[in-house]
């Protein structure tokens, strides 16, 4: 997955990047709380080896220490990344926001953004990045940076992000398309065998989803006369329509857990090393890619 950096050390420094910007984990706070809050720190430090689960708490190990087999280096850069940005740590700039010598062109970034003084150039087809310092180097340890640049490795990584003020426009490249043809030919039959499942729609679904609206069909008329407004029962058609949005989620949700674009679909000891994300741009467009090739004439993807 990276070839330019030890895996320890990447580990290492990643684990103690999370614990110094998520102090949480130190104190007693209930999971369910702390996993709302900061669910990819935890899920990094978990797989980390640096925090565990005990009796509903989210805690440190007492004596940390890495796992014989580590989570996948991307997924790691993914995790490292979101969490930079929701703390303010990374701000991401228009390709041209670096091209005059002033920062005055950047006026018109979050107040947030103008703390930061470390300057990532672009490289590779990514865009220019304001950064803290301190999250410097996490950024050369992982090989998403080298000097000031974004780094070769640093490119797909960014595949799965995609920030807006650099307007990438991903499946539009030919390694896109190339990754898109064989996720179709090499697909396992079980996820096939999932894929036709969810693309299918029976209408004894329709029925049974209809039959259980009946409750909440009569609690809404209710409510409505209270409120002396109309309520529509749910028909055939709306039901179908909502069917198809839920099977989108849970196709993404496939490609987000079993597949890669360096490694195609996972093997089963493979998916143990991934890391759990709510949502992934390249998962989601590889998704809509595959599907328009297994069903052309079905319109399964909004």
């Keep these: 997955m ?43 430090l ?51 926001a670096l091209k005059t010598p002033s920062r005055a ?3 018109d970034l979050p107040p947030e953004a103008l703390q ?20 410097i180097p996490v950024l050369q340890t992982l090989n998403l940076i080298n000097g000031s640049r974004w780094t070769a490795d640093a490119e797909l990584v960014y595949w799965r992000e995609q920030p807006k003020e650099w307007g ?14 064989m996720a179709t030919s090499t697909m396992p039959p079980e996820i096939l065998g999932e894929i036709n499942r969810l693309a299918t729609i029976e209408e004894a679904e329709v029925t049974r989803f209809l039959a259980r609206g009946k409750t909440d069909q009569q609690r809404r008329e209710t409510d409505a006369r209270k409120h002396d407004n109309s309520a529509f029962p749910p028909y055939r058609g709306t039901v179908r329509t909502w069917l198809t949005i839920t099977r989108v989620y849970q196709f993404d949700r496939v490609f987000r857990d079993h597949w890669r674009l360096t490694d195609g679909w996972l093997s089963q000891s493979e998916r143990k090393q991934t890391l759990s994300f709510s949502h992934d741009h390249l998962a989601a467009q590889m998704r809509y890619a595959v599907l328009a090739r297994l069903f052309p004439n079905q319109p399964l993807c909004p």
Excluded at 51 to 73: F, I, N, S, T, Y
Excluded at 175 to 180: M, V, W
């Design 2 to 44: 990276t070839r330019n950096t030890t895996p320890q050390r990447w580990a290492f420094t990643v684990a103690e990047f999370i614990k110094h910007h998520f102090p949480k984990l130190n104190s007693h706070v209930g999971q369910s709380q702390w996993y709302k809050a900061d669910q990819i720190g935890y899920g990094t």
């Design 46 to 96: 978990a797989a980390l080896r640096y925090a565990e689960d005990k009796e509903g708490d989210a805690q440190p190990h007492v004596e940390a220490r890495l796992p014989d087999v580590l989570p996948r280096w991307d997924d790691v850069c993914v995790a490292v990344l979101r969490l930079a940005q929701k703390k303010h740590l990374i701000s991401y700039l228009a390709p041209d």
């Design 105 to 107: 062109s950047l006026r």
């Design 116 to 135: 930061l003084s470390s300057t990532i150039l672009s490289a590779y087809g990514l865009g220019p990045a304001l950064a803290a310092p301190e999250l």
């Design 168 to 181: 990438l426009n991903i499946p539009n490249d030919p390694r896109f398309a190339a990754a898109a043809e």
